[in-house]
């Protein structure tokens, strides 16, 4: 257990539906990244926030995808208008992030989302 | 393009032996490399890292090498056990943000 946590852990939804995933990142993290894996594949890069401020979305992010760090503390995700493609795991990870370490990156256990 | 790789999709070993997993990446301005592990249905583990002004880095049981000249990196496992058959990554992180760009896996597989 990384101290990042993920919920739910799974979700099964039909296509069109709106659904949210929460992140709570290790309490003293100030950055939090948000990536999707597909079966067999690494981990893509979605978008990332330092603090409550959204830095970075990828270009994989559409329109449907939000993501909010409201308190800078926990995040959501949330995908509107699910879509057959969307299935996948929904991993969250966190960091220290400071110039003086080397900013590991930790995981939680992810959410995974089917969609049917 | 650029990207991170990986040379070979599974990895078979047998119990007690040394693996090594080995991975080629194509920026050379990336800095910081990772590996992790991943089991079945878990997030990514964090196992060791190295940044670019290191050639090699050991941790409890893992080395990794970072070769600048070809652009590789390789995780080496001693004695490697049964808890070690998981999926194993490489990631880059190819700017000062953190973001990470991650290789396919390999599979490896512990025998008895």
């Known amino acids: 257990d990384t101290g990042v946590s993920q919920d739910p852990r799974h979700k099964i939804t039909k296509r069109g539906q709106n659904v949210t995933f929460r992140c709570d990142p290790i309490?003293?993290?100030?950055?939090l990244y948000w990536y999707r894996q597909t079966l067999g594949q690494g981990p893509e890069f979605l978008t990332y926030?330092?603090?409550?401020?959204?830095?970075?979305k990828s270009r994989l992010l559409s329109d449907r995808f939000s993501a909010e760090r409201p308190k800078g503390s926990f995040s959501t995700l949330e995908i509107q208008r699910t879509e057959q493609g969307d299935s996948a795991m929904y991993l969250c990870?966190?960091?220290?992030?400071?110039?003086?370490?080397?900013?590991?990156?930790?995981f939680g256990p992810g959410t995974r989302l089917t969609v049917l | 393009g650029e990207s991170v790789g990986l040379h070979l999709p599974t990895l078979s070993v047998q119990e007690g032996d040394n693996s090594i997993i080995n991975c080629a990446y194509s920026?050379?301005?990336?800095?910081?490399f990772i590996w992790y592990k991943q089991e079945s249905g878990k997030g990514p583990q964090f196992i060791i890292d190295?940044?670019?002004?290191?050639d090699k880095r050991q941790g409890q049981r893992v080395t990794v090498l970072l070769n600048k000249t070809v652009k590789h990196l390789s995780l080496q496992i001693a004695a490697t056990q049964p808890g070690d058959s998981a999926v194993y990554f490489c990631?880059?992180?190819?700017?000062?943000?953190?973001?990470?760009?991650f290789g396919a896996g390999t599979q490896v597989v512990v025998t008895p």
């Open positions: 920026n050379s301005a990336s800095d910081y």
């Open positions: 990870a966190s960091s220290p992030w400071n110039q003086r370490s080397n900013n590991e990156q930790f």
């Open positions: 190295i940044r670019s002004n290191m």
């Open positions: 990631a880059e992180n190819r700017d000062s943000w953190g973001k990470l760009q």
């Open positions: 309490s003293e993290h100030n950055r």
């Open positions: 926030f330092q603090n409550e401020a959204q830095l970075e």
